[in-house]
C-alpha cells in the first residue's frame, strides 16, 4: 500500500494540518498526524495580501518560501525521521485570493522548494485547472467525500466546517454534488479575536451566553451568496471583518453578534441542506467548526430529525479529513486520475488536477 501525505492549511488561517496516510480502494488508513499551528506574525503577514497593497508581488513570493519551509518542518514533525515509503505530498497551500468570477485563485506556496526541503514528490496548485475548465476551482473534497463515505442504501451528507462551510450531498442515485455554503468559522474566528483576544470561541462557550439578534441575522443572510444556486464557492474575499462591520449597528452587544454568527454558520449549512439535499438520511460533520457545541446543536435542532454525527464515527477524524483528501488528490493526480466533480464545482468536464514537482 502506498502511502501519501495531505497538507492542508485553509481559510480559518490557523496552521497546517499533515497527515500520513495509506490508501486501499476506497479504504484510507490515518497512519499518522502532525498539527504546525501558524506563528501570529504569519498569520498577520497573509492576511493582509488578501488586501491590494504596496509591492504585493515581492511579499507574496517571500511569504511563499516561508511557508514552503514551514510545509517542510511539519512534514519532518510528521514522519519523524521514518519517510521511506511516502509516494507524494499533496499540497493545498494558502489561499490569498479566490475569484473565480474572474478566472482565477491563488495558493501561497512554493512546491519546488517543498519537493527540495523534504526530497519527496509534491503534488500542488489543484484548483487553477478546474477554473481553467470554466469551473469554480472549489469545492475540491467532494470527489474524495464519494470515494470514501459514499453509501449505497444511505443518503449521506458531509458538511466540513473550516473558515467556509461547504457540503457534498451523497444521494442514492450517485448524482453526488457539492458547493460552498457560507461563512464556516472565519467570522466567528475575527470577532472572537477581536473582543476576547482568543483566536476562536473554544466549543462555542462564548457564543452560547449570547442571544441571537433577529434583525442581525436577517441582515447577513440577505448577502447574495445566500441566494444563489450551485455551483457556487466564497471566500474571504467576499465574508470578512470589513463586510461583517458593515452590517452591525454601534448598539450591538459583542456576545449576542458572536451568538449571531453562530446561528449565520448554522442557518446557512442547515437552508443548504433543505433546499439540496432533500432526503437526507444522515449528516456528518468535519472540520475544526465540528467542536463548536453551539453549531452541532442548532444543527440539530435546525435539521430535524436527521441525525447530525460527527465525520469520527465514519473512521476520520474531524480535524484530518481535509488534508486526507488531499492526500487522495495527490494520489489521483499521480495515478492520472481526475479529482473534481463538475457537478460541484462546474467545470466543463472531470480533469486532472494539480502540478507535480518529481522528488
Ligand atoms: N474546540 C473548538 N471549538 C470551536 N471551534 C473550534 C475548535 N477547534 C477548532 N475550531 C475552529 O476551527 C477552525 C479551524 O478549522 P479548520 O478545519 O482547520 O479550517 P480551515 O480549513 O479553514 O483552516 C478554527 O479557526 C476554529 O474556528
Ligand atoms: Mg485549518
Not at 514522519?79 to 473565480?100: E, F, S, V, Y
Not at 469545492?139 to 451528507?157: D, E, M, Y
Not at 441575522?217 to 458593515?246: C, I, V, Y
Request: glycine share 10%; proline share 6%; hydrophobic share 40%.
Amino acid at each position: 500500500m502506498q502511502q501519501y501525505i495531505g497538507l492542508m492549511s485553509g481559510t480559518s488561517l490557523d496552521g497546517i494540518d499533515a497527515v500520513l496516510t495509506a490508501f486501499d480502494g476506497p479504504q484510507c488508513k490515518v497512519i499518522r498526524t502532525f498539527y504546525q499551528p501558524y506563528p501570529d506574525d504569519l498569520k498577520q503577514a497573509i492576511l493582509a495580501l488578501h488586501e491590494p497593497d504596496d509591492n504585493e508581488l515581492e511579499r507574496s513570493l517571500i511569504l511563499s518560501n516561508q511557508l514552503a519551509r514551514l510545509y517542510a518542518q511539519a512534514v519532518h514533525s510528521l514522519l519523524d525521521g521514518d519517510n521511506g515509503k511516502t509516494r507524494a505530498i499533496g499540497c493545498h497551500g494558502q489561499t490569498i485570493r479566490h475569484r473565480p468570477d474572474l478566472g482565477f485563485t491563488l495558493q501561497l506556496n512554493n512546491p519546488a522548494l517543498l519537493a527540495e526541503l523534504t526530497n519527496t514528490a509534491v503534488v500542488a496548485d489543484f484548483r487553477t485547472r478546474d477554473i481553467a475548465a470554466g469551473g469554480q476551482g472549489a469545492p475540491l473534497v467532494p470527489a474524495f467525500h464519494q470515494a470514501v463515505f459514499g453509501h449505497p442504501t444511505i443518503h449521506r451528507v458531509i458538511v466540513n466546517i473550516g473558515g467556509i462551510s461547504n457540503l457534498t450531498n451523497l444521494p442514492l442515485d450517485g448524482s453526488v454534488t457539492g458547493f460552498d455554503c457560507g461563512p464556516g468559522n472565519l467570522l466567528m474566528d475575527a470577532w472572537c479575536h477581536q473582543h476576547t483576544g482568543r483566536a476562536y470561541d473554544k466549543n462555542g462557550e462564548w457564543a452560547a451566553g449570547g442571544k441571537v439578534n433577529p434583525y442581525l441575522l436577517e441582515k447577513l443572510l440577505a448577502h447574495p451568496f445566500f441566494q444563489q444556486h450551485p455551483p457556487k464557492s466564497t471566500g474571504r474575499d467576499m465574508f470578512n471583518s470589513l463586510w461583517l462591520e458593515q452590517q452591525l449597528s454601534s448598539v450591538d452587544d459583542p456576545t449576542d453578534v458572536q451568538a449571531t454568527l453562530a446561528e449565520l454558520s448554522a442557518r446557512s449549512i442547515a437552508d443548504a441542506i433543505q433546499r439540496y439535499c432533500a432526503g437526507a438520511d444522515e449528516v456528518y460533520l468535519c472540520g475544526g467548526g465540528a467542536h463548536n457545541r453551539v453549531l452541532h446543536g442548532r444543527l440539530q435542532t435546525l435539521l430535524s430529525p436527521i441525525p447530525i454525527a460527527r465525520a469520527d464515527a465514519l473512521a476520520i477524524p474531524v480535524d484530518w479529513v481535509e488534508a486526507v483528501a488531499f492526500a487522495w488528490l495527490a494520489k489521483q493526480t499521480l495515478e492520472g486520475k481526475p479529482g473534481n466533480l463538475p457537478a460541484a464545482t462546474g467545470a466543463a468536464g472531470l480533469r486532472i488536477l494539480g502540478a507535480i514537482y518529481p522528488a
